[in-house]
């Protein structure tokens, strides 16, 4: 299915984490601090591919060129929030974090919301190569990204906070 799950909603490959534990994810990382502060959150679909919308744009996240556009710093951080995160997508008991990210910014990102979804293109034993586009108001793409994502071996620790990411695997 061109979905990545089965027609009874479970993942095409074991190598994903399930529907139902990418929305743990999403809960727990949804409610912490520096998703509150940014304004975004994740929302997952699909269990191979990573979204993050940020609903609704505030004053604070404009300011590109001048404009009313979306500051590129933000976008940045939507891009490494996305990128960051397709590590899960093979491996959910594990850490992953940003390694490198490659921006290319076609035309201002405009509108009340954006959205940016992610996608795995290969994996390795430590590394994930990921590739990222964000979507403005109108549902556009404008801008690309291309990251790495180093991918922790072995299970993480018992922190609550990461347990309960993980649907407290």
């Given at each position: 299915?061109?979905?990545?799950?089965?027609?009874?909603?479970?993942?095409f490959?074991?190598a994903?984490?399930?529907?139902?534990?990418?929305?743990?994810?999403?809960?727990?990382?949804?409610?912490?601090?520096?998703?509150?502060?940014?304004?975004?959150?994740?929302?997952?679909?699909?269990?191979?591919?990573?979204?993050?919308?940020?609903?609704?744009?505030?004053?604070?996240?404009?300011?590109?060129?001048?404009?009313?556009?979306?500051?590129?710093?933000?976008?940045?951080?939507?891009?490494?929030?996305?990128?960051?995160?397709?590590?899960?997508?093979?491996?959910?008991?594990?850490?992953?974090?940003?390694?490198?990210?490659?921006?290319?910014?076609?035309?201002?990102?405009?509108?009340?919301?954006?959205?940016?979804?992610?996608?795995?293109?290969?994996?390795?034993?430590?590394?994930t190569?990921?590739?990222?586009?964000?979507?403005?108001?109108?549902?556009?793409?404008?801008?690309?990204?291309?990251?790495?994502?180093?991918?922790?071996?072995?299970?993480?620790?018992?922190?609550?906070?990461?347990?309960?990411?993980?649907?407290?695997?």
């Open positions: 299915m061109t979905d990545g799950a089965t027609g009874d909603g479970r993942p490959s074991e994903y984490g399930t529907l139902e534990s990418l929305h743990s994810l999403a809960a727990a990382w949804n409610a912490s601090p520096p998703m509150q502060r940014l304004g975004a959150r994740l929302d997952f679909r699909r269990v191979d591919r990573v979204r993050a919308v940020l609903d609704p744009v505030e004053p604070f996240h404009r300011g590109g060129m001048g404009t009313d556009a979306v500051n590129g710093a933000v976008l940045a951080g939507l891009f490494d929030l996305a990128i960051g995160t397709v590590g899960w997508l093979t491996r959910p008991e594990t850490r992953s974090a940003t390694v490198s990210l490659a921006m290319t910014f076609f035309k201002p990102t405009r509108g009340d919301r954006v959205s940016v979804e992610a996608r795995l293109l290969r994996s390795g034993t430590n590394l190569f990921a590739a990222a586009e964000i979507f403005d108001g109108d549902g556009l793409v404008t801008a690309r990204c291309d990251g790495t994502v180093a991918v922790a071996l072995g299970r993480y620790g018992t922190d609550d906070f990461f347990a309960g990411m993980r649907g407290g695997i």
